[in-house]
């Protein structure tokens, strides 16, 4: 008889140690709080995903659980662009995550994606904000290998919150995340990795240099920010895209250096060219605040996030929070200095036709 109880009791705390078990796989990742942060009823968790076995390489991910009903919202995985810029910098506390900083606190932003989806912001690949390589000659390793080690991450993610692992899954990016999204979805559809891949998205994405960068003249001419003839020069003389690839050789032209020294001259300091209604932050947000503090209207969009997250990212108590540490750097940076753009980047030409809608808000997509 005591046998027998002996014997359940055992089963049962067996049991109950399984679940514990369960439950614990990402409890070390989940972030109680974050410094400054309001009080939201979602969860968040970040933390290092180690990519090779002798767990030298590993990448930083910060998710939000969506802030209502998150079980029955899709799963979204955004990656920034650079190459070399931090999802977790730029997308996340600059862009649609739950919070940007202001000052020593986190104020809550209202177009946050996590209103519509479950949101994994990916610091990708090697090199780039937090995530590292103790071997740096895996910093800059090209796109292949990032679609390679993003898929690797995957799959240890889904391992650590197995219950996202068949939840609609969407992949998401912008500017050089046009090489990154689709890149990646073309992997995950060739590995025949199990997951509930349902589409991608890209904004203001970087395809091809002839196509993308050529917009450039017409939209500052017709924005009013650069003359006729500076305009004429854009496109006969030397146009954007002759500009960008000579820049990247290191050879520009007299005439498009000519070029290019008008343009800007043109346009000015004072114009944040990714959004041209916009303002552009001074050097420091104290200096901003300075200048706008005697101005009546009161912007309402803070052109100095980005200066705020550096700050806000590069202290000690929220990047304990976030279970994050430096490693090979002394500083979190948006974007890392190891990479540069490659000309001739692989192109995904066409991804397994699929038909599904997402539906997040979103503001204006840098
Ligand atoms: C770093 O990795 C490269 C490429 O795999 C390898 O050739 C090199 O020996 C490694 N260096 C060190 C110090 O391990
Ligand atoms: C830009 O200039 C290059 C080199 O002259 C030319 O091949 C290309 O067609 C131009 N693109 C546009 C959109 O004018
Ligand atoms: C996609 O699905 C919607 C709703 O199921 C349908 O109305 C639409 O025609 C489909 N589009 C394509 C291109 O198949």
């Given at each position: 008889?005591?046998?027998?109880?002996?014997?359940?009791?055992?089963?049962?705390?067996?049991?109950?140690?399984?679940i514990?078990?369960?439950?614990?796989?990402?409890e070390?990742?989940?972030?109680?709080?974050?410094?400054?942060?309001?009080?939201?009823?979602?969860?968040?968790?970040?933390?290092?995903?180690?990519?090779?076995?002798?767990?030298?390489?590993?990448?930083?991910?910060?998710?939000?659980e969506?802030?209502?009903?998150?079980?029955?919202?899709p799963?979204?995985?955004?990656?920034?662009?650079?190459?070399?810029?931090?999802?977790?910098?730029?997308?996340?506390?600059?862009?649609?995550?739950?919070?940007?900083?202001?000052?020593?606190?986190?104020?809550?932003?209202?177009?946050?994606?996590?209103?519509?989806?479950?949101?994994?912001?990916l610091?990708?690949?090697?090199?780039?904000?937090?995530?590292?390589?103790?071997?740096?000659?895996?910093?800059?390793?090209?796109?292949?290998?990032?679609?390679?080690?993003?898929?690797?991450?995957?799959?240890k993610?889904?391992?650590?919150?197995?219950?996202?692992?068949?939840?609609?899954?969407?992949?998401?990016?912008?500017?050089?995340?046009?090489?990154y999204v689709?890149?990646?979805?073309?992997?995950?559809?060739?590995?025949?990795?199990?997951?509930?891949?349902?589409?991608i998205a890209?904004?203001?994405?970087?395809?091809?240099?002839?196509?993308?960068?050529?917009?450039k003249?017409?939209?500052?001419?017709?924005?009013?920010?650069?003359?006729?003839?500076?305009?004429?020069l854009?496109t006969?003389?030397?146009?954007?895209?002759?500009?960008?690839?000579?820049?990247?050789n290191?050879?520009?032209?007299?005439?498009?250096?000519?070029?290019?020294?008008?343009v800007?001259?043109?346009?000015?300091k004072?114009?944040?060219?990714?959004?041209?209604?916009?303002?552009?932050?001074?050097?420091?947000?104290?200096?901003?605040?300075?200048?706008?503090?005697?101005?009546?209207d009161k912007?309402?969009?803070?052109?100095?996030?980005?200066?705020?997250?550096?700050?806000?990212?590069?202290?000690?108590?929220?990047?304990?929070?976030?279970?994050?540490?430096l490693?090979?750097?002394?500083?979190?940076?948006?974007?890392?200095?190891?990479?540069?753009?490659?000309?001739?980047?692989?192109?995904?030409?066409?991804?397994?036709?699929?038909?599904?809608?997402?539906?997040?808000?979103?503001?204006?997509?840098?």
């Open positions: 008889m005591i046998s027998h109880f002996m014997t359940d009791l055992v089963i049962i705390c067996a049991f109950i140690i399984c514990t078990a369960i439950e614990s796989i990402n070390a990742d989940k972030i109680a709080s974050l410094p400054g942060q309001p009080k939201v009823s979602f969860r968040q968790y970040a933390g290092f995903i180690s990519i090779d076995e002798k767990k030298d390489r590993a990448f930083f991910y910060y998710f939000v969506a802030d209502t009903e998150p079980a029955s919202k799963l979204v995985l955004w990656l920034n662009g650079g190459p070399g810029c931090s999802s977790v910098g730029v997308g996340a506390f600059c862009e649609h995550g739950p919070f940007k900083p202001s000052g020593n606190v986190l104020v809550k932003n209202h177009y946050s994606w996590n209103k519509g989806a479950n949101v994994l912001y610091e990708s690949p090697a090199g780039v904000g937090f995530s590292y390589s103790v071997n740096k000659s895996f910093y800059s390793i090209g796109d292949e290998m990032t679609a390679q080690d993003n898929l690797i991450f995957l799959e993610w889904f391992d650590k919150f197995p219950e996202f692992k068949t939840r609609e899954f969407y992949i998401t990016g912008e500017s050089y995340g046009g090489h689709p890149q990646l979805a073309n992997l995950i559809i060739q590995s025949k990795a199990k997951f509930n891949l349902k589409g890209i904004g203001n994405p970087l395809l091809e240099f002839n196509t993308d960068f050529n917009s003249s017409e939209f500052l001419w017709s924005h009013g920010l650069i003359s006729d003839a500076t305009y004429e854009f006969k003389a030397c146009n954007y895209s002759q500009i960008r690839r000579q820049y990247q290191g050879n520009l032209t007299p005439v498009c250096s000519l070029v290019i020294r008008q800007s001259g043109e346009i000015g004072f114009v944040d060219t990714y959004d041209v209604t916009l303002d552009v932050c001074l050097s420091t947000a104290s200096m901003q605040s300075e200048v706008l503090n005697k101005l009546k912007p309402k969009i803070d052109v100095c996030v980005e200066d705020e997250t550096i700050v806000y990212l590069n202290r000690k108590d929220v990047q304990k929070a976030l279970h994050a540490r490693v090979g750097v002394n500083q979190w940076t948006v974007c890392s200095e190891y990479f540069i753009l490659p000309l001739s980047a692989q192109i995904i030409k066409k991804i397994k036709k699929k038909n599904h809608t997402l539906k997040i808000n979103s503001e204006t997509v840098k």
